[in-house]
């Protein structure tokens, strides 16, 4: 069973303010890294999907960076909204396997 | 709205009912999942199916016994369940179930919350 941590567990943000929080998973045997934003009473839906060390992704004021090397991957939100409210969760497939194992999330709380 | 249709979104059924949670997606996607959700925990994986064969059975209690019919139906017959069963319950797909698909992402359903009495 892999170890992903998420941290930190809960946040409250005022809207306009830039936020981080972050994902660390074992860097040894990494395929890969997955985010997903999961709003309540809503289905999980894939953010990110990254692979390589040193990759940057972005989807409008959201934002991830993925070191493989030290076993980490950062997301930002670049000036929260109240839409931005939900759990984030990272994963990370098993050595030979797509099994996902999922970190325990980070809530975002965006306070209008 | 989401790709993959789970229903019904809520069920509340006694210890000695059986009943079925459904799942489909039209996406072409060769893998498809069932995962638990319990109350500020993350979804714990019960069942993969792969090309409609039976891949992962994590330990999961026999009164759970999923069934995919097709490649684009996923079901979880549920019997004799116990109240601490009661949780959400996530359908999920992917492409496939390989390393080649490490880069693709999962695709969830809105869930079913069950509730047993």
Redesign the interface.
């Known amino acids: 069973i892999l170890n992903v941590e998420q941290s930190p567990q809960s946040l409250h943000v005022q809207e306009g303010d830039s936020t981080n929080f972050t994902c660390s998973f074992p860097s040894s045997n990494f395929?890969?890294l997955?985010w997903?934003r999961w709003e309540t009473?809503?289905?999980?839906?894939?953010l990110f999907?990254m692979?390589l060390n040193g990759d940057e992704k972005k989807k409008g004021r959201i934002s991830a960076t993925l070191n493989t090397k030290e076993g980490y991957s950062y997301l930002y939100i670049k000036g929260s909204q109240p839409e931005d409210s939900a759990t984030y969760?990272c994963a990370v497939?098993g050595a030979?396997?797509?099994?996902?194992t999922?970190?325990?999330?980070t809530k975002l709380s965006v306070i209008p | 709205d989401t790709e993959v249709t789970q229903t019904p979104k809520h069920l509340v059924m006694g210890m000695t009912n059986k009943k079925s949670l459904k799942c489909e997606q039209h996406m072409g996607h060769r893998a498809m999942y069932w995962y638990k959700q319990k109350a500020k925990k993350p979804p714990e994986l019960m069942f993969v199916y792969s090309y409609e064969k039976l891949s992962i059975n994590e330990s999961v209690p026999s009164r759970f016994s999923p069934e995919c019919p097709n490649s684009s139906l996923l079901n979880l017959h549920l019997h004799a369940l116990q109240p601490e069963d009661s949780a959400l319950y996530l359908c999920a797909s992917s492409q496939g179930f390989g390393v080649e698909d490490f880069n693709q992402p999962q695709h969830f359903g809105d869930g079913t919350r069950l509730s047993i009495l």
């Open positions: 395929y890969a997955h997903y009473a809503k289905s999980p839906e894939a999907v692979t969760l497939p030979g396997s797509y099994q996902l999922f970190g325990k999330g």
